[in-house]
């Protein structure tokens, strides 16, 4: 049995798939298999991905029959998985060189049923912006958590900064083969885009169980190119909000429980992100519905913070300020301080 199963979902990423391929193999190909799941692409992904095939036994590639979901495709793939660790990845990040010696330590010095690795974020073409921590680690490199209650759990919660803390990144998931896969199907969540994600904070609320942390950037996120954002800004965030809600209730967890984890998973979406996207994205009757319902989702209980967000209409000049901000660049600050902007 090999270590790792790459499972990398694709769909009309063509251009990306070959550069992600070879991020994976400048490394010792023994260690791992790679399970493509092509979910009825388009384009030239096949071809790509049959001059790898050609080329490396290690790669098994599977295409859809038909087009599906990202939930469906996803958890249909690491179905096929064999190895002792699987690590999904999304079909246009990439690996850095070395990536192997330091799973491998990783994993000699700190047995664990979930790896999390931080994200280096980059534009379209991989230049490097700007480093993306998972957790609050205070000075340490690494840090494993073991989780034997719902309290060890709320304290989990505590030290992670984001949603990319619940499993949202694909890229950044190492998890247990034997444990996943036994893990409950949450077909309940299939059509939010989470459902893989809850699988795993499923996984993780099985106690006993152990994720492993780490401030080291051995993974780069390709930018400007979301494909959940492909029906538009207001569909993504309500992708971010409302289906991520419906995902963590599909785990029928204890309440508090569940409302720390939507408090959590919602919380890279702040209130400057949902105030600009009004002024510069709603066009008409159908996005304004939906902007309340985003709302609402975010804040449950009526605040000051959801006032502001439904009461203060779509004003020209406010949109002016927003272009503004963006020609100065503003948006490099905003995202400092997790204050995103920027949807594309």
């Known amino acids: 049995?090999?270590?790792?199963?790459?499972?990398?979902?694709?769909?009309?990423?063509?251009?990306?798939?070959?550069?992600?391929?070879?991020?994976?193999?400048?490394?010792?190909?023994?260690?791992?298999?790679?399970?493509?799941?092509?979910?009825?692409?388009?384009?030239?992904?096949?071809?790509?991905?049959r001059w790898y095939l050609d080329k490396y036994d290690c790669i098994k590639y599977i295409r859809s029959k038909k087009r599906n979901n990202i939930d469906f495709d996803l958890n249909t793939a690491i179905s096929e998985a064999t190895s002792r660790y699987i690590w999904t990845l999304s079909a246009d990040d990439l690996l850095i060189k070395g990536w192997l010696s330091y799973f491998l330590s990783a994993l000699e010095n700190n047995q664990s049923d979930i790896y999390l690795f931080p994200a280096i974020h980059c534009d379209l073409k991989m230049k490097r912006l700007y480093r993306y921590p998972i957790a609050r680690l205070k000075g340490r490199k690494d840090l494993k958590v073991t989780l034997s209650n719902n309290r060890d759990y709320l304290s989990y919660l505590q030290l992670v900064r984001t949603s990319e803390g619940l499993f949202s990144f694909c890229s950044a998931c190492v998890v247990d083969r034997v444990k996943i896969q036994n893990t409950d199907l949450l077909l309940e969540a299939n059509g939010t885009c989470w459902r893989y994600a809850a699988r795993?904070?499923?996984?993780?609320?099985?106690?006993p169980s152990s994720i492993f942390l780490t401030n080291n950037f051995i993974l780069l996120k390709r930018g400007d190119n979301d494909s959940f954002g492909k029906n538009g800004i207001i569909r993504r965030l309500d992708i971010a909000t409302t289906e991520w809600a419906n995902a963590i209730r599909s785990l029928k967890k204890d309440p508090l429980i569940q409302s720390l984890l939507i408090k959590k998973v919602h919380s890279d979406i702040g209130f400057s992100t949902l105030f600009y996207i009004k002024q510069l994205h709603i066009k008409n009757q159908q996005d304004r519905i939906d902007y309340k319902r985003i709302v609402n989702t975010k804040y449950p209980a009526k605040s000051f913070f959801s006032w502001i967000l439904l009461k203060i209409p779509e004003s020209n000049l406010l949109r002016s300020f927003f272009i503004l901000l963006l020609k100065l660049h503003f948006d490099k600050l905003f995202k400092i301080y997790r204050i995103y902007i920027k949807f594309r």
């Open 1 to 49: 049995m090999k270590l790792i199963s790459f499972v990398i979902p694709t769909y009309n990423f063509a251009e990306f798939i070959g550069e992600t391929l070879d991020s994976i193999l400048q490394e010792d190909s023994s260690f791992y298999e790679i399970i493509i799941y092509d979910g009825f692409s388009t384009d030239d992904t096949e071809s790509v991905v």
């Open 200 to 207: 795993i904070i499923q996984m993780s609320l099985t106690y």
